[in-house]
């Protein structure tokens, strides 16, 4: 076995394979953002709004929760255990939205999706900062967020021209059925564990040296409240996920309403986290030369 060295140039081909895994990540919960609000009020006769975005609320908390658990238990267990299983909680997904006789199996569908995405997502960020140590994290971040979002938009425009040509479901989601299947296959048979590339991180600095590890509550506070700049960062993450939220559970309806058709619908969705993604690949490298709070 050859000898574990950091850096994105010495670990390229695992680097891009968990770049090319998040993609498919990001492709999973693309499925539902042209073509679930409207699901929602055309055939499961729902007139309200706020029965509609309740799978985002089921969504949203389950992957805030997960993604505190998982992320810790990565730690302990490791990274690729983690991401297996994330990509098990997928597999259901399509089905239960696809053969779903009431509105509240979309929340199940949703909150299986958000333990697939808090434990999926995180996994690749995670692996992908552990492979290429400290210089270029910037850099590994922002090629993930990129393949995740733009994902994420193709997928929210393939979707709606489905629907636009045949139906809201099932057609749109069999594609989920690939996703999942290829994305268990991936991450069981070709990815490897990377949990010892932060141990030798961790080994070559002497600022964590010690062995003494910070509670979860402590750590829970010095990055939700304590410290200032990390404070100012989940506020930006927070505000940034609200108009996430909105924009998935809302856009299409109001569009809708507005005659549009669901393939148009879906174009104009895929612009954002199209957008989104594009501009990490320039973000990313920036922090690295400049800092991340410029």
Known sequence: ???????????LPQFALLVVLNAFVGAMVGLERTVLPLLGEREFGLSSKTAITSFIVSFGVTKAIINLIAARASDRIGRKPILVVGWLFALPVPFLIIYAPAWWWIDLANVLLGANQAMAWSMTVIMKIDLVGPKRRGLALGLNEFAGYFAVGVMSWVTGYIAAHSALRPQPFYLGIVIAVVGIAVSSLFV????????????????TSSSVRPSLQNVFYVTSLGNVSLFAACQAGLVNNLNDGMSWGLYPLFFAAYGLGVGSIGIIKAVYPIVWGVLQ???GPLSDRFGRKE
């Open 192 to 207: 490897r564990e990377t949990r010892p590339y932060a141990h030798l991180e961790a080994a070559a600095s002497p600022q």
């Open 1 to 11: 076995m050859s000898e574990m060295r950091l850096g994105l140039r010495e670990n």
């Open 281 to 283: 690949v320039v973000t």
